[in-house]
């Protein structure tokens, strides 16, 4: 059987080279090598070096993922989506995204909420458009429509036409109701909502002149 004939720590990594019979054979997860005990002189089978290397994968998978997690939450698609990009194997990408669903560090639930606390913060926007971002990152219809039906598009549209408003001109009405207005049809808002933010608007910067 081959023998460990080294095991190098990578400096500031997290990872550990291991070396059979002289050879390096396995670039591994730093915790994995702890985990199972691997130390110069011990022989292994080559079922447990397939065992290892598998588990290896398996850790490196979970590793990328909680990265990816590290910042910002994510959907369960995008977690998915990014795995197999950097190329692991679907039989581990699935592993991975149950254990982490099951510690509830994936709620598609949970992402929907952030995802439209975070734009209505920052970027207002109406349900429809909020709702087709959360399509396109793989939440399901229900869990979609339980997030924007707590959105109010009037007070969405006011927050997100008045920064605007304030830099346009006021000596055109006709003009500053067409720049806005193609501003908030972009954000996916209906016509009623548009009209009534930028005559709200309107009146409350003319009566201030």
């Known amino acids: 059987m081959p023998k460990i004939t080294g095991i190098k720590f990578e400096k500031g990594k997290r990872r550990a080279k ?18 199972k005990g691997l130390e110069t002189g011990k022989e292994l089978s080559e079922e447990e070096l397939s065992e290892l290397t598998d588990r290896n994968n398996y850790q490196k998978c979970l590793n990328a993922a909680l990265k990816f997690l590290a910042y910002r939450p994510r959907s369960e698609f995008e977690v998915k989506d990014r ?12 592993k ?26 920052f970027s207002p926007r109406s349900r429809y458009l909020m709702a087709t971002e959360l399509a396109r990152k793989g939440v399901k219809g229900v869990v979609i429509d339980e997030a924007v039906s707590k959105l109010n598009e009037s007070e969405s549209a006011y927050r997100a036409a008045l920064p605007r408003a304030h830099r346009l001109s006021l000596s055109d009405h006709e003009v500053f109701r067409t720049r806005l207005g193609g501003y908030l049809r972009r954000r996916g808002f ?18 201030k002149t």
Do not use: C, H, M, P
Request: aromatic share 10%.
């Open 18 to 35: 291991l070396y059979l019979d002289g050879k390096s054979v396995l670039n591994l997860e730093a915790e994995l090598a702890a985990k």
């Open 83 to 94: 795995l197999r990009r950097r190329g692991f194997i679907q039989e581990d990408i699935d």
């Open 96 to 121: 991975v995204t149950d254990k982490l669903r099951e510690q509830g560090f994936i709620d598609d639930s949970a992402f929907a909420e952030y995802w439209r606390e975070n734009r209505e913060s």
């Open 190 to 207: 209906s016509y009623d909502v548009i009209n009534n933010t930028i005559e709200k608007i309107w009146r409350e910067l003319t009566d």
